[in-house]
């Protein structure tokens, strides 16, 4: 799989526009790249990271996020998922006899939240799948990143736009349940620039690291699982 680093500056990316980023529990990798799009913004950005206490501007916790959204305030939200389907679907119920955490609140953020970034690590079949078991969230998200690749999503339906280092795009269709165009200017995901990385071991560590220890010592260079 990717290194977490490229996946926290590819999602950092994908929220570049946005000025209210809030990210659901956890999601170490959605917490470094919002805290990683403030710090590239440089002001103006503000981040609700659910069970950081140091970023999290709504002391009563999915209520008080549910209402900002609501009143159009929020500007993205990362969100996962037990299954995606090509449709932009998102499945966090079950998936046969797997029981997933939940839907939490997903569909109505799907509906109000204008840029819906999708995440999940893993890339195969089992994940990206034709169609999901169980509708917990549709909707048009904005992108979908994985560990092997980046989508964007497109008169309903997925367009590849991305690979990451190591993978193909052929490599990518087999380990794809579900079909897609690919993107003319498809490429290799970018790398993290130098400064990106430097934040991403030393402040921003330093943030999640209450949160997320052991994904803090990944950022900094350690061998930790990244969960």
Same mark, same amino acid.
């Given at each position: 799989?990717?290194?977490?680093?490229?996946?926290?500056?590819?999602?950092?990316?994908?929220?570049?526009?946005?000025?209210?980023?809030?990210?659901?529990?956890?999601?170490?990798?959605?917490?470094?790249?919002?805290?990683?799009?403030?710090?590239?913004?440089?002001?103006? $950005?503000? $981040?609700?990271?659910?069970?950081?206490?140091?970023?999290?501007?709504?002391?009563?916790?999915?209520?008080?996020?549910?209402?900002?959204?609501?009143?159009?305030?929020?500007?993205?939200?990362?969100?996962?998922?037990?299954?995606?389907?090509?449709?932009?679907?998102?499945?966090?119920?079950?998936?046969?006899?797997?029981?997933?955490?939940?839907?939490?609140?997903?569909?109505?953020?799907?509906?109000?939240?204008?840029?819906?970034?999708?995440?999940?690590?893993?890339?195969?079949?089992?994940?990206?799948?034709?169609? $999901?078991?169980?509708?917990?969230?549709?909707?048009?998200?904005?992108?979908?990143?994985?560990?092997?690749?980046?989508?964007?999503?497109?008169?309903?339906?997925?367009?590849?736009?991305?690979?990451?280092?190591?993978?193909?795009?052929?490599?990518?269709?087999?380990?794809?349940?579900?079909?897609?165009?690919?993107?003319?200017?498809?490429?290799?995901?970018?790398?993290?620039?130098?400064?990106?990385?430097?934040?991403?071991?030393?402040?921003?560590?330093?943030?999640?690291?209450?949160?997320?220890?052991?994904?803090?010592?990944?950022?900094?260079?350690?061998?930790?699982?990244?969960?």
């Amino acid at each position: 799989m990717a290194d977490p680093r490229l996946l926290a500056a590819t999602l950092a990316d994908a929220v570049a526009e946005a000025r209210t980023i809030a990210v659901g529990t956890n999601s170490p990798i959605p917490a470094a790249a919002a805290l990683l799009a403030q710090r590239r913004a440089g002001q103006g $950005v503000t $981040v609700s990271i659910l069970g950081s206490a140091r970023h999290n501007p709504f002391p009563d916790g999915g209520r008080e996020l549910f209402d900002f959204a609501g009143q159009g305030r929020l500007d993205a939200f990362f969100l996962g998922g037990g299954q995606i389907d090509g449709d932009g679907n998102v499945n966090l119920v079950r998936a046969g006899e797997v029981r997933f955490p939940g839907s939490y609140g997903s569909a109505y953020l799907m509906a109000l939240v204008p840029n819906i970034v999708l995440f999940r690590e893993e890339h195969s079949p089992r994940v990206l799948v034709r169609r $999901v078991e169980f509708i917990s969230a549709a909707g048009r998200p904005r992108r979908l990143v994985t560990g092997r690749a980046v989508f964007g999503f497109e008169d309903g339906g997925f367009v590849l736009r991305s690979a990451h280092p190591g993978e193909s795009e052929e490599g990518i269709r087999t380990e794809t349940g579900f079909t897609f165009a690919t993107d003319p200017g498809f490429g290799p995901t970018p790398e993290p620039s130098a400064l990106d990385l430097e934040w991403l071991a030393g402040p921003i560590a330093d943030d999640l690291a209450q949160t997320y220890p052991r994904f803090a010592q990944t950022l900094r260079g350690s061998h930790a699982p990244t969960a």
